[in-house]
């Protein structure tokens, strides 16, 4: 049993227990919208002063700032305490591509040490992909109204054509950063 | 106390994505090429389950811990700020390889610099917020 928890679960025992996660928040009478705490922390730091759309009371989403330390908290368990070094079992056409754009210590780790490890990102050239990338995230995220876990699993659960095209435009975005971007940024 | 229910679930969540593997910049690039089911396979359980509950929960007319019918927020109707706002959000969880709910997942597994993606990302909203009545939705 325990060697099953320390290695990586499969897509249909997490896929199932994320929608369950999405419907205890609603079983809360609360909602599954991660991007939604980006815009309670623009609040958080007085930014509603100044814009009308950040004039929203922060205590009233506290409860889904809880859930973020609860998710940093729920990241650092299983990370320390319920996995043993295993590579990502990526397609070896991914690892190969990867090779070539640079990518030279692909799926042992989560993220790639090119981009985030601390020796890596203070260059100009890394630390501007994170921003950029941060940026677009928080920018596209409130523009659309959710992210992953509000458009993609809650609304299309729920049955909502705005969510579905939401998750249209994610994957017109995301295929255009790996297949047109990529080569330019990383070739 | 009332919030101890909320920490829960956030723990419960953060040990799903990362034994999911779906907090991994390479699984967003793997999924963004179509050379593995493995995302398709949790996005598209996840859905199905929660489609599944969701009919359930309607058909049993089940309650919330308010004491009000369970329901789900409704998203307003259009189609330029889907498209666009979506596809500025895709460029950038490809490129970062993480979403807003991985982002704080991932600086539980030790990933501090992911810190600088979440600040960028706070400071995008802002700009959202400044920008939004100019923005066509």
Same mark, same amino acid.
């Given at each position: 049993? %325990?060697?099953?928890?320390?290695?990586?679960?499969? &897509?249909?025992?997490?896929?199932?227990?994320?929608?369950?996660?999405?419907?205890?928040?609603?079983?809360?009478?609360?909602?599954?919208?991660?991007?939604?705490?980006?815009?309670?922390?623009?609040?958080?730091?007085?930014?509603?002063?100044?814009?009308?759309?950040?004039?929203?009371? &922060?205590?009233?989403?506290? &409860?889904?700032?809880?859930?973020?330390?609860?998710?940093?908290?729920?990241?650092?368990?299983?990370?320390?305490?319920?996995?043993?070094?295993?590579? %990502?079992?990526?397609?070896?056409?991914? @690892? !190969?591509?990867?090779?070539?754009?640079?990518?030279?210590?692909? /799926?042992?780790?989560?993220?790639?040490?090119?981009?985030?490890?601390?020796?890596?990102?203070?260059?100009?050239?890394?630390?501007?992909?994170?921003?950029?990338?941060?940026?677009?995230?928080?920018?596209?995220?409130?523009?659309? /109204?959710?992210?992953?876990?509000?458009?993609?699993?809650?609304?299309?659960?729920?049955?909502?054509?705005?969510?579905?095209?939401?998750?249209?435009?994610?994957?017109?975005?995301?295929?255009?950063?790996?297949?047109?971007?990529?080569?330019?940024?990383?070739? | 106390?009332?919030?101890?229910?909320?920490?829960?679930?956030?723990?419960?969540?953060?040990?799903?994505?990362?034994?999911? !593997?779906?907090?991994? &910049?390479?699984? @967003?690039? !793997?999924?963004?090429?179509?050379?593995?089911?493995?995302?398709?396979?949790?996005?598209?359980?996840?859905?199905?389950?929660?489609?599944?509950?969701?009919?359930?929960?309607?058909?049993?007319?089940?309650?919330?811990?308010?004491?009000?019918?369970?329901?789900?927020?409704?998203?307003?109707?259009?189609?330029?700020?889907?498209?666009?706002?979506?596809?500025?959000? /895709?460029?950038?969880?490809?490129?970062?390889?993480?979403?807003?709910?991985?982002?704080?997942?991932?600086?539980?597994?030790?990933?501090?610099?992911?810190?600088?993606?979440?600040?960028?990302?706070?400071?995008?909203?802002?700009?959202?917020?400044?920008?939004?009545?100019?923005?066509?939705?």
């Amino acid at each position: 049993m %325990i060697d099953y928890i320390l290695q990586p679960w499969p &897509w249909y025992v997490t896929g199932p227990l994320i929608a369950l996660v999405m419907f205890t928040l609603i079983y809360f009478g609360k909602t599954f919208g991660m991007s939604s705490n980006l815009r309670t922390f623009c609040a958080l730091g007085g930014a509603g002063k100044k814009v009308s759309f950040f004039n929203i009371n &922060w205590r009233d989403y506290k &409860w889904n700032l809880i859930v973020v330390l609860g998710a940093v908290i729920g990241g650092f368990i299983a990370q320390f305490y319920l996995s043993e070094p295993t590579n %990502i079992d990526l397609n070896p056409k991914t @690892i !190969e591509s990867l090779n070539a754009l640079g990518f030279n210590n692909v /799926g042992k780790s989560l993220l790639p040490p090119e981009l985030y490890s601390l020796d890596s990102i203070f260059t100009i050239k890394n630390l501007a992909i994170l921003i950029i990338g941060g940026f677009l995230v928080g920018f596209g995220t409130r523009y659309a /109204g959710g992210c992953t876990s509000g458009h993609a699993i809650t609304g299309i659960s729920s049955l909502q054509l705005p969510s579905l095209i939401a998750v249209i435009g994610f994957f017109i975005g995301g295929l255009v950063m790996i297949h047109l971007l990529f080569p330019l940024i990383f070739g | 106390m009332k919030y101890l229910k909320f920490l829960l679930v956030g723990i419960f969540f953060g040990i799903v994505l990362v034994k999911s !593997e779906a907090v991994s &910049w390479y699984r @967003i690039y !793997e999924m963004f090429k179509f050379e593995s089911f493995h995302m398709y396979g949790i996005i598209g359980s996840a859905v199905l389950t929660g489609i599944l509950l969701l009919q359930i929960a309607k058909i049993l007319k089940l309650k919330n811990i308010e004491g009000t019918q369970v329901n789900v927020p409704k998203k307003d109707m259009g189609l330029t700020r889907y498209i666009v706002g979506g596809s500025i959000f /895709g460029l950038g969880w490809a490129l970062s390889g993480a979403c807003p709910g991985p982002m704080y997942i991932l600086v539980g597994t030790g990933v501090f610099s992911m810190l600088i993606v979440i600040a960028a990302a706070i400071f995008g909203t802002y700009i959202y917020g400044v920008l939004k009545d100019k923005l066509p939705h």
